[in-house]
């Protein structure tokens, strides 16, 4: 990747280019679409916009923020990522949330953290560069393990103190410093239920920009233990047989939901 551009002058934009556009932190969205197409907003944003260029999976969007509020003068609305999550196709959320995270990475990166200097756009990597002191900043992600724990037709499932009520998932959590996936997934089950896994294997992954997050989803044995629902962050934590499973997240907008789908497909066609 050389010499490419990673923000776009206003005169170079198309009509038929797709813009996302952020008013604060809040996606600007028009009944269930949030795509822009550049004729239909673009004098309507400030002199100064900036246009960074977001490609996905070989398209090319764009993502424009104002501190205007643009959703009321094109009638529309403006909101939260998180609330596309359950009206949008899976690629349409995508290019959102990947906007979204680099958007918030450039924003609070405009100055060194080393030597306090101001940042400036790398030539050729989407990267940040203090011309003072040297110092490179990449945009960064959190990775966190979730983990599908399963004995024979039994699946694992927790409510989160976090989740609204009636809402179960699998266990999760964030990866630390030093730590392998798979030591996290040992660490966050003991925790969270009190129980040990082992044969833990990784499954799939996914992006999930609340804020900046990537779910390494994974599937590991129940081998001992009683549950204990840790307290103040597991409600209640339970094995449930998978024809007579709680409410859980739906498949096509969470990684949780897909390890749960899968095992439910595999345990029903006798390949366990
Ligand atoms: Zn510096």
């Given at each position: 990747m050389s010499n490419r551009s990673f923000f776009l002058q206003r005169e170079s934009l198309?009509?038929?280019?797709?813009?996302?556009?952020?008013?604060?932190n809040r996606i600007v969205v028009k009944g269930d679409e949030?795509?822009?197409?550049?004729?239909?907003?673009?004098?309507?944003?400030?002199?100064?916009?900036?246009f960074l260029l977001v490609d996905h999976n070989g398209?090319?969007?764009?993502a424009a923020h104002t501190?205007?509020?643009?959703?009321?003068?094109?009638?529309?609305?403006?909101?939260?990522?998180r609330s596309l999550l359950f009206i949008e196709g899976e690629s349409d959320f995508s290019v959102a949330g990947k906007a979204s995270q680099i958007m918030s990475w450039y924003r609070t990166h405009r100055y060194c953290g080393v030597c306090g200097s101001k940042t400036s756009q790398?030539?050729?990597?989407?990267?940040?560069?203090?011309?003072?002191?040297?110092?490179?900043?990449?945009p960064r992600i959190n990775p966190c393990a979730i983990v599908l724990v399963t004995k024979g037709r039994e699946i694992l499932l927790a409510r989160s103190a976090r989740f609204k009520t009636g809402?179960?998932?699998?266990?999760?959590?964030?990866?630390?410093?030093?730590?392998?996936?798979?030591?996290?997934?040992?660490?966050e089950v003991k925790e969270e239920s009190g129980v040990e896994v082992d044969n833990i294997r990784y499954v799939?992954?996914?992006?999930?920009?609340?804020?900046?997050?990537?779910m390494l989803g994974f599937h590991a044995d129940y081998k001992s233990g009683?549950?204990?629902?840790?307290?103040?962050?597991?409600?209640?934590?339970?094995?449930?047989?998978?024809?007579?499973?709680?409410?859980v997240p739906s498949p096509d907008i969470s990684v949780a939901g897909e390890l749960i789908q899968i095992y439910v497909e595999q345990v029903r066609k006798g390949e366990i």
């Open positions: 198309v009509g038929s280019d797709k813009l996302v556009l952020f008013c604060e949030f795509l822009w197409l550049q004729e239909q907003v673009i004098d309507l944003l400030p002199e100064d916009s900036e398209e090319h969007f764009v501190s205007e509020d643009i959703a009321e003068v094109v009638a529309a609305e403006s909101r939260s990522l790398h030539e050729q990597q989407r990267a940040l560069l203090c011309a003072n002191c040297g110092e490179q900043y990449f809402f179960y998932s699998c266990l999760a959590g964030f990866i630390e410093v030093g730590e392998s996936a798979e030591d996290t997934v040992l660490r799939k992954s996914q992006s999930w920009p609340f804020p900046s997050q990537l009683d549950i204990v629902p840790e307290p103040g962050e597991i409600e209640e934590a339970d094995f449930y047989d998978i024809d007579d499973l709680p409410a």
